[in-house]
């Protein structure tokens, strides 16, 4: 009796959905029918019949049995490992792009290597800048130059100061011009304007260069190039200019912005010991001191000349 009664607790929670109904009326009738044979024959223990062990494996039980024995790790499995995750392939990706944009090989060769020779003036002008910074530094500091002295130091970086500066409002003129011969050639249609505007600045913009002090002549200039090239992009895109005229610029801007950083960083340190001569207050100083000088020995000379 106390089996059964057991077996039929295990079908209860076997049961569900529309056999519940079911389960609940032999559930009934299986216990009726229990206490009557309990009470004639008073068996201890009665061994479970098939009927009731049929009860007990019904459909739900023997599923999730099934879905268990399925999904439990076995030991002959094979340890499946995760696989390697390569950390550097984003930086490859990366590295690659970046060659590709200075391999250039879009650029016709002749315009590739008259561009090239046209920024190695700036870099050359701009190292020497450099270099003359560090031996008038060293001049100051120790009380002579390394490789020469402070003094032809000095006077070396008065010539270099308006190369560099010069040629760089040439470059810029020259950059604005290309736009003029685009809309001439009506290359991607006629623009206008717009077109020529951008030609209108660049030399606007470049040749005040020439009157500014040293630093802030670099520096307006750095910028120019930086407009210039975003300005070339977004004519690349309207269809403006060829398509591989925006990495062209992108390369000799990166060369000349590069030579203009490295003018920057070498004349750091020069504004306390160096005068530069450079900037339109310094020569028209210049101008009224010589304009002095030459008023000063016209008057010693006609007092001289009345004397005797």
Same mark, same amino acid.
């Given at each position: 009796?106390?089996?059964?009664?057991?077996a039929?607790?295990?079908?209860?929670?076997?049961?569900n959905?529309?056999?519940?109904?079911?389960a609940r009326s032999a559930?009934?009738?299986?216990?009726? #029918?229990?206490?009557?044979?309990s009470s004639?024959?008073?068996?201890?223990?009665?061994?479970?019949?098939?009927?009731?062990?049929?009860?007990?494996?019904?459909?739900p039980?023997?599923?999730?049995?099934?879905? &268990?024995?399925?999904?439990?790790?076995s030991?002959d499995?094979?340890?499946?490992?995760?696989?390697?995750?390569?950390m550097?392939?984003?930086?490859?990706?990366d590295?690659?792009i970046?060659?590709?944009t200075?391999?250039?090989?879009?650029v016709? #060769?002749?315009a590739?290597?008259?561009?090239?020779?046209g920024?190695?003036p700036?870099?050359?002008?701009s190292?020497?800048?450099?270099?003359?910074?560090?031996?008038?530094?060293?001049?100051?500091?120790?009380?002579?130059?390394v &490789?020469m002295?402070?003094?032809?130091a000095?006077?070396l970086?008065d010539?270099?100061?308006?190369?560099?500066?010069?040629y760089?409002?040439?470059?810029?003129?020259?950059?604005?011009?290309v736009?003029?011969?685009?809309?001439?050639?009506? &290359?991607?249609?006629?623009?206008?304007w717009?077109? &020529?505007?951008?030609?209108?600045?660049?030399p606007?913009v470049?040749?005040?260069?020439?009157?500014?002090?040293?630093?802030?002549?670099?520096?307006?200039?750095?910028c120019?190039?930086?407009?210039?090239?975003?300005?070339?992009?977004r004519?690349?895109?309207?269809?403006?200019t060829?398509?591989?005229?925006p990495?062209y610029?992108?390369?000799l801007?990166?060369?000349?912005?590069a030579?203009?950083v490295?003018?920057l960083?070498?004349?750091?340190?020069?504004?306390s010991?160096?005068?530069?001569?450079?900037g339109?207050?310094?020569?028209?100083?210049?101008?009224?001191?010589a304009?002095e000088?030459?008023?000063?020995a016209?008057?010693?000379?006609?007092?001289?000349?009345e004397?005797?």
């Amino acid at each position: 009796m106390l089996y059964r009664t057991a077996a039929t607790r295990s079908f209860l929670r076997a049961a569900n959905g529309a056999n519940a109904s079911v389960a609940r009326s032999a559930l009934s009738s299986t216990i009726f #029918k229990a206490q009557l044979t309990s009470s004639a024959r008073q068996f201890p223990l009665a061994r479970p019949t098939t009927s009731s062990l049929a009860l007990a494996t019904r459909k739900p039980v023997t599923t999730a049995l099934i879905r &268990y024995a399925s999904t439990k790790p076995s030991k002959d499995d094979p340890i499946v490992e995760d696989p390697d995750v390569d950390m550097m392939a984003g930086v490859r990706n990366d590295m690659n792009i970046i060659k590709d944009t200075f391999t250039l090989k879009d650029v016709p #060769k002749d315009a590739l290597y008259l561009g090239m020779a046209g920024v190695i003036p700036y870099l050359v002008t701009s190292v020497q800048t450099a270099y003359l910074a560090w031996e008038m530094n060293n001049a100051v500091t120790t009380g002579s130059g390394v &490789y020469m002295s402070g003094a032809t130091a000095e006077l070396l970086m008065d010539v270099i100061e308006p190369i560099q500066i010069g040629y760089g409002a040439v470059i810029l003129s020259f950059l604005g011009a290309v736009h003029w011969g685009l809309e001439w050639a009506g &290359y991607g249609g006629k623009a206008g304007w717009r077109r &020529y505007g951008t030609g209108v600045i660049a030399p606007a913009v470049a040749w005040p260069t020439l009157l500014m002090p040293a630093e802030y002549a670099l520096i307006t200039q750095f910028c120019a190039f930086t407009f210039l090239y975003y300005n070339d992009a977004r004519a690349a895109i309207k269809g403006w200019t060829p398509a591989w005229y925006p990495i062209y610029r992108f390369a000799l801007t990166f060369v000349v912005g590069a030579s203009i950083v490295i003018s920057l960083i070498g004349r750091e340190q020069l504004s306390s010991h160096y005068d530069s001569r450079h900037g339109i207050s310094d020569k028209v100083k210049a101008l009224t001191e010589a304009v002095e000088h030459e008023r000063a020995a016209a008057a010693e000379k006609k007092a001289a000349e009345e004397a005797e």
